[in-house]
């Protein structure tokens, strides 16, 4: 079964650091960009950043200087490193990955489960 599942989310102070990690695993044939979109609670899932195969990278406005999106392309894992971190970063934080099953289907974007980054004094 082809599925992302994250680790790395935690409870950090302000200022302070995190690095989420994602690794997809199962029967994916192809994954093309791989990224991160975070949830605070009251709020819609958001985009924060994303890298495709070019390794070129995007960042939202709020997190550029701070955070540093990266991938290992034979691992299949994409990684954010979050630096500086805020309380309004507070949130459930999934990583996302478009990719098919196999060379006949159609591309889709796959999401893992969640992990929550806390940031709180």
């Known amino acids: 079964q082809a599925q992302l599942v994250e680790s790395g989310g935690g409870s950090v102070q302000p200022g302070g650091s995190l690095r989420l990690s994602c690794a997809a695993s199962g029967s994916f044939f192809g994954i093309r960009t791989m990224g991160w979109y975070r949830e605070a609670p009251g709020k819609e899932r958001e985009w924060v950043a994303d890298?495709?195969?070019?390794?070129?990278?995007k960042y939202t406005n709020s997190v550029k200087g701070r955070f540093t999106i990266s991938r290992d392309y034979n691992r299949n894992t994409v990684h954010l490193q979050m630096n500086s971190l805020k309380p309004e970063d507070t949130a459930v934080y999934y990583c996302?990955?478009?990719?098919?099953?196999?060379?006949?289907?159609?591309?889709?974007?796959?999401w893992g489960q969640g992990t929550q980054v806390t940031v709180s004094s």
């Open positions: 996302s990955a478009d990719a098919n099953l196999d060379p006949s289907t159609a591309w889709d974007r796959y």
């Open positions: 890298i495709d195969l070019g390794r070129n990278t």
